[in-house]
Nanobody, 125 residues
Framework: QVQLVESGGGLVQAGDSLRLSCAAS????????MGWFRQAPGKEREFVAA????????DYADSVKGRFTISRDNAKNTVYLQMNSMLPEDTAIYYC??????????????????WGQGTQVTVSS
């Protein structure tokens, strides 16, 4: 079992950048496909980005494509989400998730076995 801890959230202005990190407690992380999801107040949790265990394959929600970049450093047991040109509608709690059973990437939250506690991101206009 792996524990995931997100960090890097905060309050930024529209147009600013922010980088989220998700640190895993176990080296088995390097065999996990990882994803980022977010949940805004009153809305359902939605997919943001995903990356395969090797880092060769990535996937993005249309709403963040071209602005956000997911990456991973398996030597550091960490996955990142670089967020650029941020918009007020990016405001949400951001969660990282992982699974050893996903071959490449997955956009459905139900596919992931392990979740972090979330980090708040607020974008002011």
């Amino acid at each position: 079992q792996v524990q995931l801890v997100e960090s890097g959230g905060g309050l930024v202005q529209a147009g600013d950048s922010l980088r989220l990190s998700c640190a895993a407690s176990s080296r088995t992380f390097r065999r996990y496909a990882m994803g980022w999801f977010r949940q805004a107040p009153g809305k359902e949790r939605e997919f943001v980005a995903a990356i395969s265990w090797s880092g060769d394959t990535t996937d993005y929600a249309d709403s963040v494509k071209g602005r956000f970049t997911i990456s991973r450093d398996n030597a550091k047991n960490t996955v990142y989400l670089q967020m650029n040109s941020m918009l007020p509608e990016d405001t949400a709690i951001y969660y990282c998730a992982g699974s050893p059973l996903i071959i490449t990437t997955a956009t459905m939250a139900s596919r992931y076995d392990y979740w972090g506690q979330g980090t708040q991101v607020t974008v002011s206009s």
